[in-house]
Each structure stands twice: as C-alpha cells, then as structure tokens.
C-alpha cells in the first residue's frame, strides 16, 4: 500500500475541509476502538487464547491497530492541511504503510487457510496446528510484510525528493503480488473449496434427517408414510438450500468485502508506473487508498463476531445485560472443534452435528454468520 500525502486538497472550501475532517476522524477512532476490543478480549479471557485460530485473530486486529496509529493519523493531517508536515519522518510513514496494510492482508489470507484446513481435515488440523505453528505461520507473514517495507524504502526505491511513493515498476509489481494478488488468489481458492465442502456436508445432513424422517413413519401405516413423505422432504430441501445460501452469503461477504476494499488501489498501484501522469486525479487515488485502510475497520466486525468474542465485548463493556438479551448463537469448546447451535427451542437430531468436518464448520462460520443476522436486522 502507498499513499501520497502530498497530494493537495488546498482548493477544498471551508465547509468540504470539515466534512473529510469528520468521516476521516469517525473512521480513525472505529478502527482503533473495533481492534483494541479484540486485543483486550484475547488479553482478558485465557479462554480465547486457548484456540489457535483466535491467534490468527489477534494477529489480524494487531496489523489493523498499527494502520490506525501509524498510518491514518498522518495522511487525515495532510488531506486535511493539503501539505505533508512531518520532514524526514515520511520515509518511516511510507514503510509504516507498506508493512501495516501487508501484514493485514496477509493475516487474512492466513485466517483463510487455517479454516480451510479446519474444515477439510478437522483431525489432523487438530492434532497438527499447535501454538507452534500458528507462531511461524504469523511470523512468516509479519518477515515478508517488513522485508517489502522498511528495505525498500531504505534503498530509495521510491522517488527522491517528495513524500509521494510514486514506485518503479519492478517494485510495484512484485510488492502488489506478495501483498495483495497472490493472497486474494489464495484466499478466493480457500474459501470456494469450504463452500464445496460445506455444501456437500448439509446436502449430506439433509439426506439423513430425511432418511430418520422416514423410519420415524414406518410405524404409522403405508398411506400416512407416503402422505407424510412429500412435506417433509420439500422441508427438507428448503432447509438445506436455505443453509447452502447462507454460507455462500458469508463467503460473499468475506471476499465482497476486501476484493471492494483493496482491489481498486492495487489496480491503480500497477498500472501507475507504466502510465504518464496525470493517470488519474490525487484525489481519486487518495480515495482508493482510504478504501483500502478501511478495510481495517470493518475486519474486527467480520472476523471477531462470534458469540464467544460478544460476550467477552460484552463483559468488558459493561453491558452483559443488555447484550445477554439478544444473544443469537451459544458455541460449546471441545478440544479444537467446536459444536455450534443456535439458541432455541428446536431439537436437533443427534446425528445432526455429529460429523468432525461440519462441527469444524460450524464454528468456522459462528461468527460470520452472526454478522449476517446483524446485517439483515
């Protein structure tokens, strides 16, 4: 990610200044608010540190917290002034912004394998991701995120003279590759195989329920089976499209969202270098760019929304009353898998959750799908 805090807004009216001012401010303090509530969850509740997977999480909300202390302060400052007015701290700045929105991006990509991997092979995902591991897997990510950074920028690979990290292309190709096109790669391929797998487990489920349905009616005598047979199976294929749709909905919302957030900047970040200026405007750049640190404010809300991180928000908030009320999902641990069902009076059939791969699913996608109830209230 690069920026242009030179960029001017000096023709901005008074009025104009003020509104950037504010959404700018909003969009600085619900990041920092959103990822500080993650880190202080994991630090308060040993039970969130148990799970590997919340590593990724806290990994995740860190790299974002970094975007919102040492990147977005300075260039709402310059969009605001219209000139860059910290000197020699700019090429700090412009590394500060490289490994930040790396490291973020590449967190994510991480969280992606890691619930394919808890999804496909739920036993050897539980016998194999040990703290370890999750350890490597976040420091591999933080290394490329540092050595893209800080080394380049040391070596003015960026243009002399000016606080606008106009890249040459080398650079602006395989910088766009490691923190942006092979992760978005990854993760599309990630998460179409756990749509498939998901989808293969309710189609599955559903067959089942339909098959218990069924031995269920045996007793009741021929013409009540048959007449019985038909809703229950239309019920039962509802049930499991309505299931399928709902996955394919987080997984839209999980790609939807930074393919919106970061692929406008990375296209532009590209095609700059092999452009004569002026490509585009500052301020259509400056947009992109801001899209794409948006995207650290929105990921405290799509991947820490489970119930387990509600109720430890909740605690911390003060309001456990309040938030107890409208509690949609409970998620029981066990080892790493997780049984998840949500909190009514429907009975589930025991066989319903039995399979490890689903029960992997289940909670891979607790929190998720507790963001898309959100979003449909």
Known sequence: DTSSPDGGTGGWSGGLRVLISCILFLLIVSTLLGNTLVCAAVVRFRHLRSKVTNFFVISLAVSDLFVAVLVMPW?????????????????????????????????????SVDRYWAIASPFKYERKMTHRVAFVMIGVAWTLSILISFIPVQLNWHRDGSCVANLNKTYAISSSLISFYIPVVIMIATYTRIYRIAQTQIRRIASLERAAGQAHNQGHGVTRNQQQRRPN??????SSFKKETKVLKTLSIIMGVFVFCWLPFFVLNCTLPFCDPPFVSDTTFTVFVWFGWANSSLNPVIYAFNADFRRAFATILGCNRICSNNTVEAVNFSNELVSYHHDTTLHKDAFSFNTPCFAALDYQFSDLEAFSDLMRK
Do not use: P, Y
């Not at 199976?233 to 509802?238: C, F, I, N, Q």
């Open 75 to 111: 260039e709402a400052i310059t969009e605001v002034t219209g000139t860059w007015l910290f000197g020699r701290f700019c090429d700090v700045w412009i590394a500060f912004d490289i490994m930040c929105s790396t490291a973020s991006i590449l967190n994510l990509c991480i969280i």
């Open 233 to 238: 199976d239309e019920a039962s294929l509802k």
